[in-house]
């Protein structure tokens, strides 16, 4: 059975692009061998994480307990779970989006403010912003060659 789990979380520290790259890899490695997919969200240079995996259940739920316990996250919200028929980010062991790099107007479209707060989304309105991001060009890393 396949779930989708959405989540948002504080980092601890600042977000930098040695961190993104260095979770990006490390999530990329791990999703290949586990069959999880997804889509990471972030601000550079800010503190907030939105994330989605896709995969089997239990896979999914081990993941999310490993980042519910990762040390580098606070606060980390459960948005969104659901059952599954076929994933949305099957494209991507894990890409992400620069939040910094995508048009306001989308922003807005789904927030109160410019800056996305993850937090004050329902997990649908999350969802929604991040079907939309996946679809334009705003996935700014691609998957290593898939296995």
Do not use: K
Not at 30 to 36: L, R, Y
Not at 59 to 84: M, S
């Amino acid at each position: 059975m396949l779930v989708r789990l959405l989540y948002a979380s504080r980092a601890v520290d600042v977000i930098g692009g040695a961190l993104l790259d260095t979770v990006l890899t490390q999530s990329q490695r791990h999703n290949a061998d586990h069959g999880i997919t997804g889509v990471l969200c972030a601000y550079q240079n800010g503190h907030v994480f939105l994330q989605a995996l896709e995969g089997a259940r239990d896979e999914v739920n081990r993941l999310y307990q490993n980042i519910v316990a990762d040390p580098r996250h606070a606060e980390v919200t459960l948005l969104h779970y659901e059952e599954i028929t076929e994933r949305s980010f099957s494209s991507w062991r894990m890409g992400r989006v620069d939040l910094n790099r995508v048009n306001v107007g989308t922003i807005m479209r789904y927030s109160a403010y410019t800056t996305l707060d993850p937090f004050s989304l329902s997990g649908r309105t999350a969802l929604a912003l991040l079907m939309e991001l996946s679809t334009t060009t705003t996935v700014v890393s691609r998957p290593e060659a898939q296995r």
